[in-house]
């Protein structure tokens, strides 16, 4: 059974970033594609970025592209989420996931292992 403990998350100004951390416990990393999702207060759990397996495939929404960017690092069992430039609608409880397929999806019923989640609050 794999656990993530998502960390990084804070309060920080419009234009900041922060850095999310999502480390593995009871599994290898490795052996799966992450993805970060967000979830506002009153709306849908959204994905924000994914990876591969391996680091050669990613995904990014739309509203994020050119912001945020995901990386690993399975030698650590972590996963990373960059925010650069964040803007107030940023605002919104992050987790990661992973899926045993090991491709990156949209999809949140692909995933099979959750985080319990960090806030990232961004003021104007």
């Known amino acids: 059974q794999v656990q993530l403990v998502e960390s990084g998350g804070g309060l920080v100004q419009a234009g900041g970033s922060l850095r999310l951390s999502c480390a593995a416990s009871g599994g290898t990393l490795s052996l799966y594609s992450m993805a970060w999702f967000r979830q506002a207060p009153g709306k849908e759990r959204e994905i924000v970025t994914g990876?591969?397996?391996?680091?050669?495939?990613?995904y990014a929404a739309d509203s994020v592209k050119g912001r945020f960017t995901i990386s690993r690092d399975n030698a650590k069992n972590t996963a990373y989420l960059q925010m650069n430039s964040l803007k107030p609608s940023d605002t919104a409880a992050y987790y990661c996931?992973?899926?045993?397929?090991?491709?990156?999806?949209?999809?949140?019923?692909?995933?099979?292992?959750w985080g319990q989640g960090t806030q990232v609050t961004v003021s104007s």
């Open positions: 996931a992973a899926n045993r397929n090991g491709l990156v999806s949209i999809r949140r019923n692909d995933y099979d292992y």
């Open positions: 990876i591969s397996r391996n680091g050669g495939n990613t």
